[in-house]
Nanobody, 124 residues
Framework: VQLQACGGGLVQAGGSLRLSCAAS????????MGWFRQAPGEEREFVATVRWSSGATYYADSVKGRFSASRDRAKNTVYLQMNSLKPEDTAVYYC??????????????????WGQGTLVTVSS
């Protein structure tokens, strides 16, 4: 499984960005595709996840109502639409893939393939 994330950048508070993660190398029908982030000096934290087959999603409380995860199966790509960005959203964002048990979908150890990360910086 190979994952390639892109779309990060510098944006002002209140702005929007859309991250993309191109996936290849496997049939993802049994996979969940997760988004995690890691701020400087902090541990990696769960942001969102989307089930490849059904499109079902889960979100961290800190991003509910502002972020939206989706997938385009025809393009083998996962997206994270981020709106109303805040300075505290500044982090390196990673996409991940795994045959996740739903009860563990918010934990990084449930995912066994990771992209390289893309930096999102939100200025105040």
């Amino acid at each position: 499984v190979q994952l390639q994330a892109c779309g990060g950048g510098l944006v002002q508070a209140g702005g929007s960005l859309r991250l993309s993660c191109a996936a290849s190398g496997y049939n993802f029908n049994s996979y969940w595709m997760g988004w995690f982030r890691q701020a400087p000096g902090e541990e990696r934290e769960f942001v969102a996840t989307v089930r490849w087959s059904s499109g079902a999603t889960y979100y961290a409380d800190s991003v509910k109502g502002r972020f939206s995860a989706s997938r385009d199966r025809a393009k083998n790509t996962v997206y994270l639409q981020m709106n109303s960005l805040k300075p505290e959203d500044t982090a390196v964002y990673y996409c991940a893939a795994g045959r996740v048990i739903v009860s563990t979908a918010t934990t990084s150890r449930a995912y066994d393939s990771w992209g390289q990360g893309t930096l999102v910086t939100v200025s105040s």
